[in-house]
């Protein structure tokens, strides 16, 4: 009998700890997943604050897909919207200090990414 309720406290726990690694998950998920919100936070990284120079260099992204994804990464305080008042209106955008923290997000999906590459190369030839 003991054992058995001993093997209930330590899946409980299991399963606690199993919780909040999905909800950290399902939190980061939530603020970064999808096609395209890394790829948009690299390319202004790089220099490219103009909505056609982000929508240039992430290919395939729609205009309409690139609103919306600003959009998020703004309400989750990656970057901002600068409006320069004036004729034309100027609209840039700027990462906020806070897209630091995705560095080594980033440089592991890299890594990872170019190690897949590699081996899906590999298995292909």
Not at 12 to 34: H, P, Q, R, W
């Amino acid at each position: 009998m003991k054992d058995s309720s001993k093997k209930e406290i330590d899946n409980k726990a299991f399963s606690d700890e199993c919780n909040t690694v999905l909800m950290a998950v399902s939190d980061a998920l939530y603020a970064i997943g999808g096609k395209w919100k890394l790829m948009i936070i690299i390319s202004m990284a790089r220099g490219n604050k103009r909505f056609t120079e982000i929508q240039r260099q992430v290919t395939g992204i729609s205009a309409r897909v690139l609103s919306s994804e600003l959009k998020e990464l703004e309400i989750n305080g990656f970057i901002v919207k600068k409006v320069a008042v004036g004729y034309p209106v100027s609209i840039e955008y700027e990462l906020l200090p806070y897209s630091q923290t995705l560095q080594e997000v980033v440089e592991a999906m890299t890594k990872w990414g170019m190690q897949h590459r590699e081996k899906i190369k590999t298995e292909r030839s």
